[in-house]
T-cell receptor, first 114, second 112 residues
Framework: AQSVAQPEDQVNVAEGNPLTVKCTYSVSGNPYLFWYVQYPNRGLQFLLKYITGDNLVKGSYGFEAEFNKSQTSFHLKKPSALVSDSALYFC????????????FGGGTRLMVKP | NAGVTQTPKFRILKIGQSMTLQCAQD?????MYWYRQDPGMGLKLIYY???????DKGEVPNGYNVSRSTTEDFPLRLELAAPSQTSVYFC???????????FGSGTRLTVV
């Protein structure tokens, strides 16, 4: 069975500093990986995905993620954090053999302080 | 562009009551999903559907039922509400291929 781990419950970063939110995965076959963001009392919003191709994927709001097959990781990054980036971030992997269902990690709360 | 619409947004149920959470999408997506999100936790898949007339269980299906009579609608039914079903419920749809999901804004359900 596929799985996703987000080892940090919370990440704190100062505004203007680079941020990294970690994600590792376990899947048989080629991974389809996603990052979503959730703002308070809202649904999840798609940020970016890795299907194939370049290991560095660029997404919405200046976020990017680096796919590392040997380390089975898909860390989310941003060069310069904004206070408005504060939210809950979810990494997910898709099972292409079972209705394209997504398996989510437990989420990481990002707190960006002014 | 409505996307995925969930109703109601909030609901309080008494133990043993039943209700249906509605979900509709206007993107002609074949795939639809129901997740629940408990406080401080990730999302758990309850049921999913790969097309009209086809549904299947996810990770936590007990206490729930679904139907998919049309491409657009994917209602989730709670027959005998229990306090353990207090959660935020999210519906999502996907077009398959290389795409992710579009999520609804959620239904916050409290069972007392």
């Amino acid at each position: 069975a596929q799985s996703v781990a987000q080892p940090e419950d919370q990440v704190n970063v100062a505004e203007g500093n680079p941020l990294t939110v970690k994600c590792t995965y376990s899947v048989s076959g080629n991974p389809y990986l996603f990052w979503y963001v959730q703002y308070p009392n809202r649904g999840l919003q798609f940020l970016l995905k890795y299907i194939t191709g370049d290991n560095l994927v660029k997404g919405s709001y200046g976020f990017e993620a680096e796919f590392n097959k040997s380390q089975t990781s898909f860390h989310l990054k941003k060069p310069s954090a904004l206070v408005s980036d504060s939210a809950l971030y979810f990494c997910a992997v898709r099972d292409n053999n079972a209705g394209n269902m997504l398996t989510f990690g437990g989420g990481t709360r990002l707190m960006v302080k002014p | 562009n409505a996307g995925v619409t969930q109703t109601p947004k909030f609901r309080i149920l008494k133990i043993g009551q039943s209700m249906t959470l509605q979900c509709a999408q206007d993107m002609n997506h074949n795939y639809m999903y129901w997740y629940r999100q408990d406080p401080g936790m990730g999302l758990k898949l309850i049921y999913y559907s790969v097309g009209a007339g086809i549904t299947d269980k996810g990770e936590v299906p007990n206490g729930y039922n679904v139907s998919r009579s049309t491409t657009e609608d994917f209602p989730l039914r709670l027959e005998l509400a229990a306090p353990s079903q207090t959660s935020v419920y999210f519906c999502a749809s996907g077009g398959g291929g290389n795409y992710g999901y579009t999520f609804g804004s959620g239904t916050r359900l409290t069972v007392v």
